[in-house]
C-alpha cells in the first residue's frame, strides 16, 4: 500500500497536531452529485451499485474528485450484514430499506449465521481493496457499520420505523431475545469490521442511527454495552498506524461521557450539541467528528460561511476536531454550496492549529 | 368555580409538599381507549370532536373515570392557532395534519392575523369552562399550546415533516421571515393561552414537539427566545392562585439549564433524560414532569412497575415531580397497561414523601 499523502483526519482523530481542521461529510458520496446519479442509473439500482466493487469505488471517489475532503467513505449501505444473515436486503423505491424476514423470537434469532465477511460479503471487502488502490494514498478511507441496536431495529421491524413499536415491545416483553440478537450482532459488527481494517480500511466508523430513541438505561443496556464489545473486540492497529474508531449516536448528546469511556477515539456529534459544551465534557478522553446541521447547506454561501467560523470558534483552538455535518447531506443540496462549506473550513480553520 | 378537591399536580409543579407523586399522561384522551373511539365515531371525525365543546368535555373526563389520574388535560390540538389564522387545518387519513396554505415569505406573514381567542377560538374557550364546570374541582385542568416553532414547522411545511427542509430553508435563507412568523406566534399563544386561564385553566403547558430537530444555537434563537416571550406574557396568578407554566420541548434534553432560566414553572421531560441527573442540572429552580418511555406500556404490568420505581428512585425523595410518560401514549396501548402505570405511581410513590 502506498503512503499516505493526506493525514490529517487520522491525526485530528488520536487529538495529534494537524495544520487545519480536516473535513469531511457523512454521505458524501450521494444523490446531490450529479455524476453519482449518473453512475447509479447505470448499475441500474442502489443494491447494483453497492454490491459493485467497481461501482462503489467509482462513487465513493467522486466527491474526492470535486472537493479537497480529508477522508473517503466506503460507499456502502449499513444493512448489509442483516442482508449476509439471510434476511432479504431490498429497496422500494420511496420507502427505504425492507427485509422478506422480520426476527421477533428466540428461534429467529437461533437461525441466524454469524457471516463470516470475507466469503458472505466479499463484495464490501473487494470494495474496500479497490477503493484503497485507486485512491493511492491521497486521503484515509474510512470503513464503517450500524450500530447492533440500530440494525437490531431493521431486523425486527422488517425496514425503517417512525416509533420502532416492535423493536421496543421485543425489548421490554422479551429482552432475553433481544439481547440474543444483540449479542449476534455485535459479533457480526466486530469481524466486519475487522475485515474492512484487514483489507484497508484506515479509520473505522460505527452508526448508531437509532440509539437516541432509547431511554437514558435502555441506551446504555441496549445500544451502548454493544457497541463497547465491539470497540474492545476491534484491531487497534494496522499497518504500522492506529486504527481510530469513531462511534456516532444520532441523538446520543446526552450520553456522551458514557460513550467517551468506551475506550473509542473520538465521537460523532449531531448538531443539537454545542461542540465547545460537548469538548468540555469529554476533555481530552476522544476527538469530536461534527456538528454542523446538514440543513446549513441550504443557505447562501456567506451564512454557510459564517456558521462554519461559529462551528469552529466554538471547538476552539488546538486538534482534536474533525469537521463534518451532524448528519448525511440532504439529497437536494447544491453541489456548489457543499463546496462552500469544504471551502470555508479549508480557509478558516487554520488559524486554530496556530501553535504547529 | 368549586373548590379543588386534588391540588396535588398544582403543588408539585411548585414543589410544595405532597402525600405522593401526582401523574397524569400527555394524550390520556385518546385512541388507546375505546369509550374515546365511540365518541369519536359519533363525532364524526377529528376536526368535529375537537370543535364541539361538549364532546371534547366528554373524551377529556374519560380518562378520569378510569384511572386515578391527578390532572385532566383540555382536548384539543396545537394546530387551533394556525387554523384560526386562515390556515385551513384539516386532517387527511393516516396522512396527519395539513394546511390548506403555507407560509413561506414575508407577504406571507403579513397577511396573517392574530386570532381574538374569545371570538376566533371560542369553541376551545367553550370547552374550558364546560370541563371545569363537569370537573367540579375532582383535579386541576391543564391547558396548552404549541411552541411558536413548533406551530411555524406546520405552518411553512403545510403539515407534517420528517426533516423540516422547507422551515430550515426559510430559516437559514429568510431568517427575518421566520422571526416575523415566530413574534405572531408567540404573541398569539400568550393570548390564547392567557384566554384559557381566564376561561379556567389552572396550568398550562407549551409543547414543543420540535424543538429537538434544532441546533443547539437555532434552539436558543428560533424556539426558546419565543417560549421566553410567552413565559413573560401570562397570567401568572389566577382565582387566588399561582398558575403554574410547563415548558416542554421533545429532545430538549441538552438544554434544560436554559430552559429552567425562562422562569417556568416545571420543565416535562422525554424518555432521554435521566430525571434524577435532570434533577442536579435544575436544582431547585423547577419542577420536573416526566418521564417513562410510553413504549414501556407494552411491557406485561410488572415490568411497568418496575420501571415506575426506578423513575422515581431516580427522582428521589420530595416533592417536584410530576410523574408522566415522556411523550404521548401510544393508541396500541391496551388500557390496562395505562391503569397498572397509573397504578404504580400511585401505590409507590408515597414513601419519596415520607417526610410530609
Not at 500500500?1 to 487545519?20: C, E, G, H, I, T
Not at 429497496?91 to 458472505?120: H, Y
Not at 484506515?202 to 454493544?226: K, M, N, T
Not at 446538514?294 to 470558534?313: K, N
Request: charged residues 20%; hydrophobic residues 45%.
Amino acid at each position: 500500500m502506498s503512503d499516505l499523502k493526506n493525514d490529517r483526519f487520522l491525526r485530528a482523530l488520536l487529538r495529534q497536531p494537524v495544520d487545519r481542521t480536516p473535513v469531511w461529510m457523512m454521505r458524501q458520496a450521494g444523490r446531490y452529485l450529479p455524476e453519482y446519479r449518473a453512475t447509479r442509473a447505470q448499475a441500474g439500482d442502489f443494491m447494483k451499485l453497492m454490491m459493485s466493487p467497481q461501482l462503489a469505488c467509482e462513487v465513493t471517489l467522486q466527491p474526492l474528485d470535486r472537493y479537497p475532503l480529508d477522508a473517503a467513505i466506503l460507499f456502502s449501505d449499513i444493512l448489509t450484514i442483516p442482508d449476509a444473515m439471510g434476511l432479504g436486503l431490498y429497496f422500494e423505491t420511496g420507502e427505504g430499506p425492507r427485509f422478506a424476514k422480520t426476527v421477533r423470537s428466540q428461534a429467529d434469532v437461533d437461525a441466524l449465521p454469524i457471516p463470516e465477511p470475507e466469503k458472505d460479503l466479499g463484495y464490501v471487502m473487494d470494495a474496500v481493496r479497490t477503493i484503497r488502490r485507486e485512491l493511492n494514498g491521497r486521503v484515509p478511507l474510512i470503513g464503517f457499520a450500524g450500530s447492533p441496536w440500530t440494525l437490531a431495529t431493521y431486523m425486527v421491524e422488517g425496514g425503517s420505523s417512525k416509533d420502532f413499536r416492535a423493536a421496543k415491545t421485543l425489548m421490554v416483553t422479551q429482552p432475553a431475545v433481544l439481547h440474543a440478537l444483540l449479542g449476534k450482532l455485535a459479533q457480526s459488527v466486530t469481524s466486519y469490521l475487522n475485515a474492512q481494517i484487514l483489507a484497508g480500511a484506515q479509520a473505522v466508523q460505527i452508526f448508531d442511527s437509532w440509539g437516541g430513541a432509547l431511554s437514558h438505561s435502555a441506551y446504555q443496556e441496549f445500544s451502548l454495552a454493544y457497541m463497547q464489545q465491539i470497540v474492545n473486540g476491534l484491531i487497534r492497529e494496522h499497518d504500522g498506524r492506529r486504527v481510530p474508531v469513531i462511534l456516532f449516536t444520532k441523538g446520543g448528546g446526552q450520553w456522551l461521557e458514557a460513550m467517551a469511556n468506551t475506550g473509542a477515539d473520538a465521537l460523532g456529534l449531531d448538531w443539537t450539541s454545542d461542540l465547545g459544551l460537548a469538548r468540555q465534557r469529554v476533555g481530552s478522553k476522544v476527538a469530536l467528528q461534527g456538528n454542523m446541521d446538514p440543513s446549513m447547506l441550504f443557505a447562501p454561501p456567506a451564512r454557510i460561511r459564517e456558521e462554519v467560523a461559529r462551528i469552529l470558534s466554538s471547538y476552539g483552538q488546538g486538534s482534536g476536531h474533525v469537521f463534518n455535518l451532524g448528519h448525511g447531506i440532504d439529497q437536494h443540496v447544491d453541489p456548489a454550496h457543499a463546496g462552500a462549506f469544504i471551502e470555508a473550513v479549508v480557509e478558516l480553520s487554520g488559524a486554530y492549529h496556530a501553535a504547529l
